[in-house]
């Protein structure tokens, strides 16, 4: 998203599905403008060490997590089920920890 790499920031989407479910997804959502990473072997792995894996649903929760240039977590948001983050407020977040 334009916007985001105005502010220097890279997006990065994260699943559990193997990558080529993630590549059919995309297509169907008409392209993703960000990469999408596979959590899928070893299964949640990645989602399990940042704390947002869903053992019950074999998933990682939706979250939003901002890190700086140093890789210090400045902003972290875990969404409820059937909640999705909306874009124009994680942009406001991050312009305000910007300084703008």
Same mark, same amino acid.
Request: glycine share 14%.
């Given at each position: 998203m334009k916007?985001?790499?105005?502010?220097?920031a890279q997006l990065l989407g994260l699943s559990c599905d193997t990558i080529p479910s993630l590549k059919v997804w995309a297509q169907s959502m008409g392209g993703i +403008?960000? /990469?999408l990473l596979s959590d899928f072997h070893p299964h949640g792995?990645?989602?399990?060490?940042l704390g947002i894996f869903n053992p019950?649903? +074999?998933? /990682?929760l939706r979250?939003?997590?901002?890190?700086?240039?140093?890789g210090v977590v400045r902003?972290?948001?875990v969404y409820?089920?059937?909640?999705? /983050?909306q874009p124009d407020e994680v942009l406001r977040e991050l312009t305000s920890l910007q300084g703008g």
């Open positions: 916007q985001y790499e105005e502010k220097g +403008g960000h /990469p792995k990645a989602s399990q060490a019950e649903g +074999g998933f /990682p979250s939003v997590t901002i890190i700086d240039p140093q902003a972290f948001h409820p089920a059937g909640v999705l /983050p």
